[in-house]
């Protein structure tokens, strides 16, 4: 599982909540200059995990419509359409969209119409309501920090 590091803390007790039940995670990485958390169910043979696709975010174009996926107790739907790919020398570092800021809390994922994830809410991006870090940094991020 991978999120916010901002909404993350070392000596607090987390739960999964899936369709096959809650289960308790522990901090598997956090790093301090890091916007993101990897963190592991305890229990580690679980069959009611699904993996996530990834779409390659530097195929995002300009009006595409994207789905938010988010909610604090209760889930919540929102859609939108990029309205910014910002770039930093060719490198794609953040999706802005038209999705309704109050219907996205930190931790958040858009998704294309495929269901593929295309970002994460972190809050280093928070400055700019509708912003996302894109999935393709997120996947970088795991491929250098976890083994199979």
Known sequence: IVTDSAKISKGNDYIGVYAGGEYPLEIAMKENNNAL???TPEK???KDFSVVSFADSNNMKLGQSVISLSGASEN???TGIVTNLA????VLKKIVTSVNSSNVLVGSIILNL?????GIKVSNAAEEAGSFMPGNLIKEFLASRVTN
Do not use: F, P
Not at 87 to 90: F, G, I, L, R, S
Not at 114 to 118: A, L, P, Y
């Open 87 to 90: 770039k930093e020398a060719d």
């Open 76 to 78: 919540s739907v929102s």
């Open 44 to 46: 580690k043979d679980l």
């Open 114 to 118: 495929k269901g593929e994830v295309v």
């Open 37 to 39: 958390t990897i963190m």
